[in-house]
């Protein structure tokens, strides 16, 4: 048996090497958490790609310490397997859920959104109190604005994706938190998957947000294909009509009318996109009419139909 991880780092390239072998095979057991992880490192470090065999092995091996293991031993296990590419089986991601889903809240931020990338690339879904924990993480982060935008806005969509509810927190906790380089930065399926969870959120986002989100998708227009156009579509119309109808309440609202009064204004200021044409659609002539929070989404909407017809 190997005495300390220090002992097991200078047989490493002899474990590698022996890897093929049932012998070493059936010596992982003996190892350590982080001696298993450090034998992992030395494979992707020098491209190494064990047998299947050896893999299935090494996975039985980890999964034994995984209750005990430390929870940046256990990130660093399932990010050298995914960038191995080895994707373990469900019994093992659930053994890995339920041995950090108590600790999520030690990761740091880019931890978090590696974890959630790795479990995504192997088509894994959580259970929900698991995803409970990860979204009570993310959530913690991005109010202590420790998260990279991009990263963020790719830890929600994930997590949208694997059923976690955020409708009711997109627009008051998280859009503050992502910011115009973050939207810039992201995929045009990122902006569309955005703009889905967006319409169901029980508030529209800040108009500060709506602004740099719909500059950014606009930014990205040439580069969306036709699904994801067609969904950025419908979650800019149900944001519209969400903002109709708030214009409308605050139209007799009194001191809430000068605060909404004030934010269009404000979003006509910063507008990437300008007003809404006078002419050339229904959509373009009611939202106007409406106000200008409209009328932006409203641009947008008449450029995306123009371009995909």
């Given amino acids: 048996m190997l005495a300390s991880p220090t002992h097991g780092l200078a047989l490493i390239p002899g474990a590698c090497a022996l890897a093929p072998s049932r012998r070493c095979r059936c010596k992982l057991s003996l190892l350590s958490s982080a001696q298993l992880s450090t034998l992992l490192l030395y494979c992707a470090a020098t491209a190494y790609r064990p047998s299947p065999e050896w893999c299935d092995d090494y996975l039985h091996a980890?999964?034994?310490?995984?209750?005990?293991?430390?929870?940046?031993?256990?990130?660093?296990?399932?990010?050298?397997?995914?960038?191995?590419?080895?994707t373990p089986g469900a019994p093992w991601l659930d053994a890995w859920c339920s041995a950090t889903r108590e600790r999520l809240c030690l990761l740091l931020p880019s931890q978090l959104h590696q974890v959630l990338c790795c479990l995504a690339s192997c088509g894994y879904t959580p259970g929900l109190p698991w995803l409970a924990s990860a979204q009570g993480a993310v959530e913690h982060l991005a109010g202590a604005g420790l998260f990279e935008p991009s990263e963020l806005l790719r830890c929600l969509v994930i997590l949208d994706r694997m059923g976690s509810n955020l409708t009711a927190l997109l627009p008051t906790v998280y859009a503050p938190s992502l910011?115009?380089?973050?939207?810039?930065?992201?995929?045009?399926?990122?902006?569309?998957?955005?703009?889905?969870?967006?319409?169901?959120?029980?508030?529209?986002?800040?108009?500060?947000?709506?602004?740099?989100?719909?500059?950014?998708?606009?930014?990205?227009?040439?580069?969306?294909?036709?699904?994801?156009?067609?969904c950025m579509l419908s979650g800019l119309h149900a944001i519209c009509l969400q903002l109709q109808q708030r214009r409308q309440l605050q139209a007799g609202g009194g001191a809430h009318r000068g605060e909404g009064l004030q934010a269009a204004a404000q979003l006509d200021a910063a507008s990437p996109l300008g007003a809404a044409p006078?002419?050339?659609?229904?959509?373009?002539?009611?939202?106007?009419?409406a106000g200008p929070v409209p009328a932006l989404v409203s641009s947008f909407l008449l450029v995306a139909r123009e371009w995909i017809v």
């Fill in 62 to 86: 980890v999964q034994g310490t995984l209750a005990g293991g430390g929870v940046n031993e256990l990130v660093t296990h399932l990010a050298l397997l995914n960038s191995l590419g080895v």
């Fill in 179 to 230: 910011g115009a380089a973050g939207l810039r930065s992201a995929d045009p399926a990122v902006l569309a998957q955005l703009a889905w969870m967006l319409q169901s959120a029980p508030e529209p986002p800040p108009a500060a947000f709506l602004v740099e989100f719909v500059g950014a998708a606009q930014a990205a227009l040439p580069s969306f294909s036709k699904a994801q156009l067609e």
């Fill in 278 to 289: 006078g002419a050339g659609g229904g959509a373009a002539a009611a939202a106007a009419t």
